[in-house]
């Protein structure tokens, strides 16, 4: 049964309106009912008891903000009357009862067909990176790109030309600039996937980006350790690496970091330096040879049965809604509990969007210097973003505020219950490796391309992504799994989203049903039985942190 408005923790003093509530509404509350004093939007808050100025607000059992003039009993909280606020917190922590794993005995034996790679780790997937070193190169991949991708079957995007040879004919024919808005459109199908010569190899990602010279030398060196993490990740065969040569990222550099992360390393990895070998002609055409061995390599690979604690899942968020934090986020932190409990890995990243709820994941550290990482991390990025004129504070988006998060912190509440409930094992800086079973954090922005990013450069083999409002987010090697937080954007947008949580609002399914759920098309996703949305569109978004301010 749908419910009209929703109480998250016993020790909150507003409701979030599951539903449109017309002025004069009445809704429970404890023991009796209170009257809506104003029109309350679907996914927004309201206050049942009033509140006074400088009053806390709490949600999730949290505080969330205070309140900056007074509001009357059935009141809506927004962006004017209710400011971010979060209590304070102590790196030493408070003795917490021990984790109350949840029962994984229907999980136990259950297994995923997987990469099985030399230094131990499982793949979901199975790709041929070519990277840049440095964004001069940049162009050098797209010419790759252009030789490799149609040719090996590689090529999925939607060809709109047909839409835009109808428009100039419509133009020639005389048509009017009002019957060229009207006319009806139809955008050709995805692109032929022509016979795939290496079949068992999911595709050839070509990457690129900005980084690599000019800045300071430490933004050469951590982009080197996010590049080792794609290389070496156990969703990769194999990559080809294109460098000018004179630049900061250099060749020896990455080399460094892969063997930081994989001293036994011995995928197929070709260096080419443009400067060294002379004509682009030259470059692109030993390129090319070397690539094309290289998927002869990778083609080798087959799907093997592997248990599920070699999973390792980025939990991820964007385009977040009132919903994300009551629906989507809680069920992926089902999932979380249930893959922990297993023996799996998941990381929980956004740094700017665990505010608020330091000392609960201080509280779960399982040990000190654990609890003291995180808490100098998250002190250092909150100082930084003060210091240049911005703060915590000023990360919810417009779309986030529209839509019922109208304080960091009331995000962030939301959005650490991807995290679940289970111990805090290790606390990692950008672009550390994951190493250890357990639930990990990872300081990123709350950029949530930035942070897909990291999360898979730091070894996650799926990510699970929960939107309220929708986004196509992807990542080159590792299937985003996008999951609404609401039915009424996965009827919208079906195109981009795989999994829909709205059945939790709408009264038809429990948290741990819809984790369930999605813990089950995670092993079919990893098995390489289901083409997520992402993949279809070609999604491949890459963006590195350059280390600084990025909410």
Known sequence: MKHQVARIHPADNVLVALVDLPVGTEVPW???FVTTAEPIPAKHK?????????????MYGVLVGTAREAIRPGGRLTTANIKHATNSYEEQGHQRAAWQAPDVSNWQDRTF??????????????YWLVIPLVFCENRNIQVLQDALITDLGYARRKNYQPETRKLVELMQ????????????LEAGENAARSSRPFPNVDGIRFLSHEGGCGGIRQDAQTLCGLLAGYITHPNVAGATVLSLGCQNAQASMLQDEIAKRDPNFSKPLYILDQQKLGTEETLISTAL?????????ANQARREPAPLKALNIGLE???????SGISANPALGHVSDLLVALGGSVILAEFPELCGVEQELVDRSVEPAIAERFSSLMKAYG??????????????SPGNIRDGLITDAMKSAGAARKGGSSPVVAVLDYPEL????????????????ESTTAEVGSGANIVLFTTGLGTPTGNPIAPVIKVASNTALANRMPDIIDVNTGTVIDGEETIEQAGERILDYVIRVASGEEEIAAVRHDQTDFIPWKRGVSL
Do not use: W
């Open 30 to 32: 404890e023991n009796g």
């Open 46 to 58: 309201l206050t049942p008891l009033g509140l006074s100025v400088g009053q806390p607000v709490t």
């Open 113 to 126: 067909m997987g990469y099985h790679r030399a230094d131990g780790r499982v793949g979901t997937a199975n």
């Open 173 to 184: 024919a005389g048509r009017s600039v009002e019957e060229i808005l009207s006319a009806d």
């Open 289 to 297: 040879r070397q690539t094309f061995a290289g998927l002869m390599i």
């Open 317 to 323: 968020c964007g385009g977040s809604d009132g919903f």
């Open 383 to 396: 100082d930084s973003a003060i210091a240049v004129g911005s703060g915590f504070d000023m990360n919810p």
């Open 434 to 449: 994951v190493t250890k079973p357990g639930l990990n954090l990872l300081c990123t922005p709350g950029n949530d391309v």
